[in-house]
């Protein structure tokens, strides 16, 4: 299979991602939910144009609710948490926050003024970085100086060597964001990754990341909306299927034979509870049982960090 393709299909994945921020944007025009009022700028002109219509914005998600069930909603709930990650390292002041795959992220963006001096370092596949500085400079959005976009594939490259070239300091304390990347990962790239962190930052660093747990199928029906995800999946997006996935209750102990210990955890039901609440305390959907949330340390010495999220 050519770069190209795999290019193409990863720079789809992430103008997807956009639509479902932008979507969220435009329904609940809040912090919590609809925080990414930059998203829109990434859609292609017609995307742009149709979603302003709430009938169409129904429409979409009504058939995404049909096809994978729980994945709009995952997709909000997953922003939040990011949200919460991303904020929280720029106020306590941690100097480095490192983007692996970042598609079109925008917290650098939208949250640089609460960004004092952190070294923003946003890793992604050439294609999408190059589209996304493009629509930035068409949007007017100026790239802050302290970040700074560097190609990588990460099934071929040395996270080591693409970081040192961008001026990365191992002995910094640094936040790593991998978001709705794990999966789409072969297993020696995790691995690869998780070692870096282990290895090669300063003990109090901090690693963020949504993953899938692997599911047989005689159980796949116990999981909410999963068995349609995955028809659709397979029918529609065979090029995107998971590569990585980690066994229901096994996080602690994969993480824990990479150097690394859990900060923080919440599986499937503990998404919803913690991030899919609205005001009036009611839950505002389901998301696909499949994912999970984590956060990983080198060490155990901050045991402690996140917890804000549980409140939150």
Known sequence: MSNIDVEKRHSETAIFAALYRTIANKEFKNERFGSD?????????????????????????????????????????????????????????IPQIVLLGAGYDTRAYRLAELNNAAKIIELDIAATQNRKKKCLNKAHIDLPEQVTLVPMDFNKESLQNVLENAGYDNDEKTLFIWEGVSYYLEPESVDATLEFVNKSSHQESVIAFDYAVSISEENIDNYYGVNKFAQTWKKHRSGELFKFTIDEGKIGYFLEQRGLKIVNHFDNQEIEKTFLLNEKGSLIGRITGLFRFAMASPNNTILQKGKALRSG
């Open 37 to 93: 009022y930059l998203a829109e700028y990434f859609l292609p002109s017609y995307f742009r144009f149709f979603i302003k219509f709430k009938k169409i914005r129904e429409n979409f998600k009504n058939k995404s609710n049909r096809l994978t069930p729980g994945l709009y909603e995952y997709m909000l709930a997953r922003t939040v948490f990011f949200d919460h990650v991303f904020i929280e390292a720029l106020n306590e002041n």
